[in-house]
C-alpha cells in the first residue's frame, strides 16, 4: 500500500469516526437557534453561525451520518445490482447479454440528474433511505459494464473449462470460480459507486428536492444558498461543508487508485 | 455503417425508454400533486389546456392504461407537453424553446474544451510519467471531488462578491434586448465566462486521469517499442502510435458521462440563475411544476444522445477496426 492509499483510507475513517460520534460530539443542537446571529468563525462557533443563529459546526458534524449512509447503502445495493446484471451477462453471453448490456447502457446513457430530481420530488416522503434506494437504481450500471467485460474475459480461461467439465453448476462456477477474481474490479465499482451516490445526495438536498428535516452536508448549502449567504459574505456558512465534500471525494478517488494499481501492475510508480 | 445502424437503433431503444419512464412515473408514484394543481389553479385553465394534462399525467382514469399510452405518444408527437404552472400560462414546450439554446451554448462549448485540454494534459502526464507530472495527479483528483455547484458558489463570491469583475447571475445584462448586435453578443459572453470556466475546471480532471492511464498502458504496447527502434520523433509516437490509440476508451466514455457532465452542468446553471435549462428546472421544482420537470428530462435526454451519435461517429473515424465490420 503506498501513501496515497493510505492517505485515503485515513480521511475516510476519520470520516466515519464523525458519522458514528458527530452527534454526541457536536457543542450544539444544529437546528437551535442562537443569538450570535451571522457571526464569523470565533473560539465559541468554530465554523461560524448562520442568519438564525444556528453551530454551522454542528450541523457538519451531525450531517457526516446522513452522508456516510447513503453512501454505504447506495454502495452495496448498486454493487450487489451490478454484480447480478454484470456478471450473469458475461458470463452467460448470447441473447441475455445483448438484453442485460443494453439494460445496463440505457441506465448509462440517460442523464440521471434530471430524473431522479422528477422522481424524488413526487414521492410523498423523501427522506434518507428512500433516497439512497432510488440513487442506488440509477447507479448500478456503471459497475455492470466494467464487471461484464471483465467477466467475459474470465469465462473461457482454463480453470473455468475446468468446473465447467468437471459438472460443476453454473451458479457455483460463477460464485466461486468466477467471482474471487473479480474482487478488485468489485472493490473500485463499490468506491466509484459510494462517491457517485454522495455527490448526488448532497446535490439533491442543495436543490432543495430532499427532505430537510435531517441534517446533511448538501441541507447545510441548501440554507446557505437560500438565504443569500454570498451576497451577505458569509463565506463561512458554505465553505466547510463544500470542502468536506470535496475531502471525502479525494479520499474515495485515492482508495480507488490504489485498487486500479493493484490490479494493473502497468499503472505503479516506476522505481528509478 | 452497421456500427451507426446499432447504435442509432440503441438510442432509439433509450429514448423510447426515456418517454415511458416519463409516461409511468407520475401514474405509478402515491398522490396527485398535478391534481392539486389544477385545483388551485381553478378556472384559469382553459379546457385545451386541462385535455392535455390530464392526457400527459393520467387524470383520466376511465382510460385504460394502454389508451393512456397512445394518447400520451400522440401529444408529445403534436409537441404539446402540456402547461407550466410557473411560467403560467406559456406552454412547456415554449419555455424550453427559449431555454434550450443557452444550455446548449454553454454546456457544449465548455464539454469539448474540456474534453480537449483534459485529453491533452493526460496524454503528456502518462507519456512523462514518473515526472513531477505525476504530482498533479492528487491536485485533478481534488478538483474532480468538488461538486460542480460549490464550485460555482466560491467562484461567484471570489469573482463577484469580493472582487466585482464579472457578473454573478443572467445570461446577458438587463435591459438589454437579444439581438445580433456588439454589445448583447459581449454582455453574453461575460456572463457565460464564470459559468463556463466552473464547468470545465471540474469535468476536466477526468478526462485527464483516464486518458494519463490509458497512455500509460498504450505506452507499453510492443508496437510503440517498434515505433521507437525505428528512431521516429518522439512527437510523432506520443500522438500517431500511443495517444491515437489510448483515446479510444475515452471517446467512447465520453458518451457515456455526457449524461453525468450535463447534470452537473445543469446544477451549474442554477448556481449562476443562467436562463438555461438548468435554471428552468431549479425553478420547476420550487413550485412543483411536474410538466416542465417531464419536459426538462426529455429535451435533455434527447440532446445527449444526439451528442452520443456525434462522438460515435468520431470513434467511427478514429478507429478503423469499427468500419471494417460492414
Known amino acids: 500500500m503506498n501513501f496515497k492509499t493510505r492517505l485515503g483510507l485515513g480521511i475516510l ?77 458475461g458470463f452467460l453471453g448470447g441473447a441475455a447479454d445483448e438484453a442485460l448490456s443494453m439494460l445496463s447502457n440505457v441506465f448509462l ?48 480461461r482454463d480453470f473455468v473449462e475446468a468446473a465447467r467439465a468437471s459438472g460443476e453448476r453454473t451458479w457455483r462456477i460463477i460464485v466461486f470460480e468466477v467471482l474471487p477474481n473479480l474482487t478488485a474490479v468489485i472493490a473500485s465499482g463499490f468506491v466509484g459507486t459510494v462517491i457517485f451516490a454522495v455527490m448526488l445526495q448532497i446535490t439533491l438536498s442543495f436543490v432543495g428536492v430532499v427532505s430537510l428535516s435531517t441534517w446533511n452536508w448538501g441541507t447545510v448549502l441548501f440554507w446557505a444558498q437560500s438565504n443569500q449567504a454570498l451576497g451577505l459574505g458569509a463565506w463561512w456558512w458554505f465553505v466547510p461543508a463544500g470542502l468536506c465534500i470535496a475531502l471525502l471525494g479525494t479520499a474515495l478517488a485515492l482508495i480507488n487508485f490504489g485498487i486500479d494499481e493493484y490490479a494493473n501492475p502497468r499503472l505503479r510508480k516506476v522505481r528509478a | 455503417m452497421t456500427f451507426l445502424l446499432r447504435r442509432a437503433v440503441f438510442y432509439l431503444v433509450t429514448l423510447w425508454a426515456a418517454i415511458t419512464a416519463n409516461f409511468l412515473l407520475p401514474r405509478l408514484l402515491p398522490g396527485d400533486p398535478v391534481q392539486a ?109 468538488i461538486p460542480y455547484f460549490w464550485l460555482g458558489l466560491i467562484a461567484i463570491s471570489v469573482f463577484s462578491v469580493t472582487f466585482p469583475l464579472l457578473p454573478a447571475s443572467g ?66 509516437i506520443m500522438f500517431a502510435y500511443a495517444a491515437r490509440n489510448a483515446v479510444l476508451p475515452s471517446i467512447s466514455g465520453f458518451a457515456l458521462s455526457l449524461g453525468f457532465i450535463v447534470g452537473g452542468a445543469l446544477l451549474v446553471e442554477m448556481v449562476f440563475s443562467y436562463p438555461g435549462l438548468g435554471y428552468v428546472l431549479f425553478q420547476g421544482i420550487g413550485a412543483k411544476d411536474y410538466p416542465l420537470m417531464q419536459g426538462v428530462f426529455l429535451v435533455i435526454t434527447l440532446a445527449v444522445l444526439v451528442a452520443n451519435l456525434l462522438a460515435d461517429v468520431g470513434y467511427l473515424l478514429l478507429d478503423p477496426r469499427t468500419r471494417r465490420e460492414g
Open chain 1, 13 to 89: 475513517a476519520f470520516f466515519a469516526v464523525i458519522a458514528v460520534v458527530g452527534e454526541w460530539i457536536a457543542p450544539y443542537d444544529p437546528s437551535e437557534m442562537g443569538n450570535d446571529l451571522l457571526s464569523p468563525p470565533s473560539a465559541a462557533h468554530w465554523f461560524g453561525t448562520t442568519m438564525t443563529g444556528q453551530d454551522i459546526f454542528s450541523q457538519v458534524l451531525v450531517g457526516t451520518r446522513g452522508v456516510m449512509v447513503v453512501g454505504l447503502v447506495c454502495g452495496v445495493l448498486a454493487t450487489i445490482l451490478s454484480i447480478v446484471v454484470g456478471v450473469t451477462a
Open chain 2, 171 to 236: 445570461g446577458y445584462a438587463a435591459g438589454l434586448v437579444p439581438e445580433w448586435s456588439w454589445e448583447f453578443v459581449g454582455s453574453v459572453l461575460e456572463h457565460a465566462v464564470l459559468p463556463g470556466i466552473t464547468i470545465v475546471v471540474s469535468s476536466v480532471a477526468g478526462w485527464v486521469l483516464g486518458m494519463r492511464n490509458m497512455m500509460v498502458t498504450v505506452s507499453a504496447e510492443d508496437y510503440v517499442l517498434v515505433a521507437r527502434a525505428k528512431g521516429l520523433s518522439q512527437r510523432r
Open chain 1, 109 to 156: 446513457v440517460i442523464p440521471a440528474l434530471p430524473l431522479i430530481i422528477i422522481v424524488a420530488s413526487m414521492l410523498p416522503s423523501a427522506d434518507t433511505v428512500l433516497i439512497a434506494a432510488v440513487i442506488s437504481l440509477t447507479a448500478w450500471a456503471w459497475g455492470a459494464r466494467v464487471l461484464r467485460a471483465q467477466t467475459m474475459s474470465l469465462r473461457r
Open chain 2, 37 to 145: 394543481m389544477i385545483t388551485k389553479l381553478g378556472g384559469r385553465l382553459n379546457s385545451d389546456a386541462m385535455a392535455s394534462l390530464y392526457v400527459l399525467f393520467g387524470l383520466d382514469e376511465k382510460k385504460s392504461l394502454w389508451e393512456q399510452y397512445v394518447d400520451y405518444w400522440g401529444a408529445l408527437l403534436r409537441g404539446d407537453l402540456g402547461l407550466s404552472f410557473t411560467f403560467f400560462p406559456t406552454p412547456v414546450a415554449d419555455v424550453l424553446s427559449q431555454s434550450l439554446p443557452w444550455t446548449l451554448g454553454l454546456v457544449g462549448v465548455t464539454t469539448v474544451i474540456a474534453f480537449v485540454l483534459g485529453t491533452l494534459a493526460g496524454v503528456y502526464a502518462g507519456w512523462k510519467r514518473g515526472s513531477w507530472l505525476d504530482s498533479l495527479i492528487p491536485v485533478t483528483t481534488f478538483l474532480s471531488s
